[in-house]
């Protein structure tokens, strides 16, 4: 074995291995390595590059090695124009970029040079076959990147983008399948942040972009949150203020008969039927109770794996509002009285009925774009107050409420307590 492996000391015999590859590395060359009592995979090319290893949510360095991470401040959206050729340069020559889009925080890399993408799958802690959302600056950009094209495609770009909705399309030879997870097809959005696509144009490259979190948390609203997770790794982060919608664009294959959802967003679906006509649901998405043991695959494959989960155990609630809250007191007032730390996630309606625990309101229940613009930072607060229950009151399932869901249900496991 070439690689120095540093702080992980490879202790695992071949027999004791598990049958099953972990996920985190889908490498060629992987080794499995013990670190403390943990398992894990690490891919020997990182090693040899002293590039640190991410597995179950948490961080391994290899070689100790620490890039140092540039973080610059846009006022207004407007970085200086010095300080925007400096970023757009360290994207041209393959490195990585943090910056807000109106969705979430993104960490971007040139999208047709695959090396520069193979940095976010390490920066990140990504498998590699989840592919990345390349991000463009005209609508036209769309006919350098896919082929075969649909009518469809062109009707939704028309009224969606600028803004949050990635279309999935065939790819063309340009792209890098190392960009596409493997796959054939390219996911490509042009974001409405226009200090996103200042960058993108400044750049000159098409910008690959997944959110800028480790693996497996919550998604970054805000540029705190990008610079705990990314701080070290990454060349520079963009503090380009809040994410304004805090949700992860509504993703539609388009490459099939008919469009299909495969992960629910802001747009809606009534909103994209209005446009081009009937739109399915990836039925994985629908699941509120995935079967392990079923076959359970979403098209797309960034929503198989774990996500969003906070680090304390996160319940939801779903009923009578009276009951729920009655439910969550009760079961806070206990996990207190056995020394718990407790978070409850209220509205403001409902907020003073709480009476355990840290209690905070993710927004109006009347304003739903309120409840999925702060969901990602509650969650992320509630780790940074070292929570180990976590309750939540559950949302309504139609439109916006729908993603919301979606996301909330992903970082409680499925784990839904229902009450009358
Ligand atoms: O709002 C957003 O979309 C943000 C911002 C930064 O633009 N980006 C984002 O990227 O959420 P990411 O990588 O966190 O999520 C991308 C999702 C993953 O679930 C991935 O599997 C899916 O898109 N995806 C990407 N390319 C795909 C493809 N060719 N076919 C199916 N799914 C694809
Ligand atoms: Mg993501």
């Not at 041209?92 to 993104?106: D, I, K, N, Q």
């Not at 390219?186 to 098409?206: K, M």
């Not at 929503?303 to 009923?319: C, D, F, N, Q, V």
């Amino acid at each position: 074995m070439k690689a120095d492996l540093g702080v992980i000391k490879p202790k695992q015999t071949p027999s004791s291995l598990p049958q099953e590859p972990l996920p985190g590395s889908r490498h060629q060359d992987l080794i499995l390595c013990a670190y403390g009592d943990i398992l894990m995979q690490v891919n020997l090319d990182d090693i040899e590059a002293g590039i640190p290893t991410e597995y179950d949510g948490m961080f391994y360095g290899t070689k100790g090695v620490r890039m140092n991470t540039r973080i610059i401040k846009a006022v207004d959206l407007k970085l200086k124009a010095q300080e925007l050729e400096e970023a757009a340069e360290v994207l041209r020559s393959g490195g990585l970029v943090a910056f807000p889009t109106e969705t979430v925080y993104g960490l971007g890399a040139n999208a047709l040079d695959a090396s520069a993408a193979r940095k976010i799958y390490q920066a990140k802690g990504r498998p590699s076959d989840n592919p990345l959302i390349v991000h463009i600056t005209e609508v036209e950009d769309m006919a350098a990147l896919a082929r075969e094209i649909p009518e469809k495609a062109y009707e939704l770009a028309k009224v969606f983008w600028p803004g949050p909705l990635t279309l999935i399309l065939k790819k063309k030879d340009c792209v890098p399948s190392g960009t596409t997870g493997g796959l054939d097809t390219v996911a490509i959005r042009l974001p409405a942040n226009t200090l996103a696509r200042d960058l993108i144009a400044a750049a000159g490259v098409y910008v690959a972009a997944p959110s800028a979190n480790i693996s497996g948390k919550p998604s970054p609203t805000k540029a705190e949150h990008v610079i705990k997770d990314m701080d070290g790794k990454v060349d520079m982060i963009i503090d380009g203020g809040n994410a304004t919608l805090g949700l992860e664009s509504t993703i539609v294959d388009l490459t099939g008969e008919a469009p299909v959802i495969l992960r629910p967003g802001c747009i809606t679906k009534k909103m994209l039927e209005n446009v081009i006509g009937t739109v399915e649901v990836d039925p994985a998405i629908l699941e509120t109770n995935p079967d392990p043991n079923k076959n359970f695959a979403p098209k797309a494959p960034g929503m198989k794996y774990r996500h969003y989960a906070p680090e304390g155990s996160l319940t939801i609630y779903e009923g009578q509002i009276s009951s729920v809250i009655h439910a969550i007191n009760r079961e806070a007032q206990q996990k207190l009285a056995e020394g718990k730390r407790v978070g409850v996630i209220a509205t403001d309606e409902t907020k003073s009925s709480y009476l355990y625990g840290t209690v905070m309101s993710i927004g109006s229940r009347r304003d739903e774009a309120s409840i999925a613009a702060s969901l990602f930072a509650i969650l992320r607060e509630l780790d940074e107050l070292h929570m180990e229950y976590i309750y939540t009151e559950s949302f309504g399932d139609n439109s916006l409420g729908h993603a919301i869901m979606n996301r909330l249900l992903k970082a409680a496991g499925y784990r839904v307590v229902k009450v009358s």
